[in-house]
């Protein structure tokens, strides 16, 4: 499960499964077959959020890495703590996207104030 992926959800879960890729291609093991993954973009505002995070294990957040990413970031995070959303999630974004600054400001944001744990790999 995605939150978070902006447009069009079959542009965008392509770009998912493009991270997996370049993930796997790193070394990471525990993605295994990228194209095994079945990529399901979920609104922020679905009103199953707090159903499917009772069901579902796996779920990310999609970071942008433009101007706004950071205040988009944090309404999503926002909204999925109001409404019941997952208690942990991995952080997708571009593979350029390094850990420090954005990705590791949303990481401290989403522990200190919202209680979610956010997994970062990028390195």
Same mark, same amino acid.
């Given at each position: ?8 959800? *079959? ?7 493009? =991270?997996? $890729?370049?993930?796997?291609?790193? +070394?990471? #093991? ?37 101007? *706004? ?7 999503? =995070?926002? $909204?999925?703590?109001?409404?019941? +959303?997952? #208690? ?36």
């Amino acid at each position: 499960m995605v939150v978070g992926l902006p447009g069009t959800a *079959e542009r965008h879960t392509a770009r998912v499964t493009e =991270l997996l $890729q370049s993930w796997s291609q790193e +070394g990471r #093991r525990w993605v295994g077959d990228p194209q095994a993954w079945r990529i399901v973009a979920l609104p922020i505002h679905s009103a199953h959020l707090s159903l499917l995070a009772d069901q579902q294990s796996r779920w990310a957040l999609w970071i942008d890495d433009d101007l *706004e990413a950071f205040r988009r970031g944090y309404r999503m =995070l926002k $909204q999925i703590a109001e409404r019941d +959303g997952p #208690r942990r999630l991995i952080a997708v974004h571009s593979p350029g996207l390094g850990p420090k600054g954005l990705l590791s400001n949303l990481q401290y944001v989403a522990e200190t104030h919202f209680g979610i744990e956010l997994l970062v790999l990028a390195r």
